[in-house]
């Protein structure tokens, strides 16, 4: 019988927003490998809160500046180099797009509408998540 120890280890993440043409889209960027498209997220800094750290990473990452709302829109979960990483996902209302970011060496960025980016991203429950934002702007 072998035992097993899980490691859980906690990230925030923001998923940016604009309206456009009355429609709401979101920014998708490709994972470090470029393989994948994820949000903005990372490890939550010691001295900040999860949403101030989820922006930070959404600078980092995906060059983008805004608005973090304090309400958690949901948490998701996914596996990695043998541990659980927990998401906590917040919303961003992108105020300004910068050309030269971070890691715009390593990452692509793309609007997509909600029904689009439902369909790029891996995780079931931020698919979920995803498809819970449209009726916020109704």
Do not use: H
Not at 6 to 19: A, D, H, K, N, T
Not at 23 to 34: A, F, Q, R
Not at 94 to 101: A, I, L
Not at 112 to 127: G, T, Y
């Amino acid at each position: 019988m072998s035992t097993r120890t899980i490691v859980l280890v906690e990230q925030s993440g923001v998923i940016p927003y604009r309206i456009m043409d009355g429609k709401i889209e979101v920014m998708l960027i490709t994972s470090s490998g470029g393989k994948r498209w994820v949000i903005p997220k990372g490890l939550i800094e010691p001295d900040m809160t999860p949403e101030d750290s989820a922006a930070k990473e959404a600078w980092e990452e995906a060059g983008v500046l805004g608005r973090v709302f304090p309400d958690l829109m949901g948490t998701y979960e996914y596996y990695k180099s043998g541990c659980t990483w927990q998401v906590d996902v917040f919303l961003l209302q992108v105020e300004t797009v910068v050309e030269n970011w971070p890691e715009a060496y390593k990452r692509k960025r793309q609007w997509v509408s909600i029904p689009k980016a439902i369909k790029r991203v891996d995780e079931p429950e931020l698919k979920l998540i995803l498809g819970d934002l449209s009726p916020r702007f109704w």
